[in-house]
C-alpha cells in the first residue's frame, strides 16, 4: 500500500521560510513525476510545483520564485523548500506522485500557517 506522508509544516511570520518533505512508501512502481498541491481555506485545491524524474520542474506562477522543489530518487522523498513567505501561502500542502500508468497517489496533508 502507497503512503506518502507529508512534513515540515507549522506556523511561521511573513518574510519567513519552511521546508516541506514528503516520503513515500510502499511503492512497488517506479516514481515517475512527483509535486505539491495546495488547499487554502475556501479555495479550490490548486497545483503549485512538480518535477518529472528527470528533474524538469515548473511552477505556479504565484510562487515562482520563492519555492524549490527537489527531489531524492534514492529515499523516494520530495521536498519544497518555501521562501519569503506570505500570508496567502497560508494553505494545507499535499504532496503528488504519479507513477508511469497513470495512477495518482497523494499524502494527509500538512498546514502551513503565515501569519502576518
Known amino acids: 500500500q502507497v503512503q506518502l506522508v507529508e512534513s515540515g509544516g507549522g506556523l511561521v511570520q511573513t518574510g519567513g521560510s519552511l521546508r516541506l518533505s514528503c516520503a513515500a512508501s510502499g511503492t512497488s512502481f517506479s516514481i515517475n513525476a512527483m509535486g505539491w498541491y495546495r488547499q487554502a481555506p475556501g479555495k479550490q485545491r490548486e497545483i503549485i510545483a512538480t518535477i518529472t524524474s528527470g528533474g524538469s520542474t515548473n511552477y505556479a506562477d504565484s510562487v515562482k520564485g520563492r519555492f524549490t522543489i527537489s527531489r531524492d530518487n534514492v529515499k523516494n522523498t520530495v521536498y519544497l523548500q518555501m521562501n519569503s513567505l506570505k500570508p496567502e501561502d497560508t494553505a494545507v500542502y499535499y504532496c503528488?506522485?504519479?507513477?508511469?500508468?497513470?495512477?495518482?497517489?497523494w499524502g494527509k496533508g500538512t498546514l502551513v500557517t503565515v501569519s502576518s
Open positions: 503528488w506522485i504519479t507513477n508511469y500508468f497513470g495512477s495518482s497517489y
